[in-house]
């Protein structure tokens, strides 16, 4: 009898153990059931977010493509059509000989007219030119447009270049390009400003370029219509290369746009020329 009493109380022991076991282990399985399914999840949700953000980039990288493609065509026929027709306009007025002093004088001042645009004409193709971009390098191109702007009288543009200058890669300096030339057009179009700085910082880390006119600003809430269009074509060509563009202004206090880039994170635009499908 003894014995059988002590195999009882081993026995509900053992199965005090066991039972108690059970209550011990069941929360930390749920636990680690919850906290494997959290992780799944949350690796589900990383993985949709980075294809949304692969696709929005290829879309993004495809529609530059065919804008750069557009452009480089259009370059292509102002300087091996247009400008060569209007070269033949000017040597046929010089052919003119009228003894009308009157007459002569306007034929004159026409063909000044006339090399002066196919002068324009050859600037404007070669700031649409990617090569023209590539050959010469970011700044040296933004000089070049902020000259041909300045000589237009349109608005009085300054450049200012602070620290070392270092490439940036092709695709990434014609994109800030594109940026710039966006930029530069809406504040001809919409800011009435006399001026424009435009600022190119390069540091270690990092690259700025800035865009700052005197001109009429505008709300905030323009940047919904279509003036925000451009200004949200200059964010999704930053986002492309791996940089951050911010606008601030507000009426009367003029606009500034900043471009933020880190030159040694991996671009995610890949460097290499635009497809050419013009053949």
């Given at each position: ?123 404007l193709s070669k700031s649409l030119s990617f090569e ?61 400003a006399p001026h424009l700085k435009i600022t190119l ?79």
């Open positions: 009898m003894q014995t059988m009493a002590n195999n009882n109380t081993n026995n509900i022991a053992i199965l005090v153990i066991i039972t108690s076991l059970i209550f011990l282990i069941a929360p930390v399985s749920i636990l680690l059931y919850i906290y494997i399914y959290n992780q799944r999840k949350k690796k589900l949700i990383e993985e949709k977010e980075h294809l949304k953000s692969a696709f929005k980039q290829e879309l993004l990288k495809t529609q530059i493509e065919v804008q750069e493609q557009t452009l480089t065509n259009i370059s292509r026929e102002i300087h091996d059509n247009i400008t060569q027709v209007l070269s033949f306009v000017k040597l046929n007025l010089g052919m003119i000989d009228n003894k009308d002093a009157g007459i002569q004088n306007k034929i004159n001042e026409s063909r000044k007219l006339v090399a002066q645009t196919i002068n324009d004409l050859r600037n023209h971009i590539v050959s010469f390098g970011l700044v040296k191109t933004i000089e070049l447009e902020v000259e041909r702007i300045n000589n237009s009288g349109l608005i009085n543009t300054s450049v200012n270049v602070d620290g070392d200058v270092y490439p940036l890669g092709q695709q990434r300096e014609l994109v800030l390009f594109r940026i710039f030339q966006e930029g530069l057009n809406n504040t001809l179009k919409y800011s009435g910082q390069y540091s270690e880390v990092l690259f700025n370029l800035t865009l700052e006119d005197d001109g009429a600003g505008f709300s905030p809430g323009l940047l919904e219509d279509n003036l925000g269009a451009g200004l949200k074509n200059m964010k999704n060509r930053a986002f492309l290369v791996g940089a951050t563009a911010n606008i601030d202004s507000s009426p009367g206090e003029g606009c500034r746009i900043t471009v933020t880039l880190n030159p040694f994170e991996q671009q995610l635009y890949d460097d290499g020329s635009p497809t050419d499908r013009s053949g």
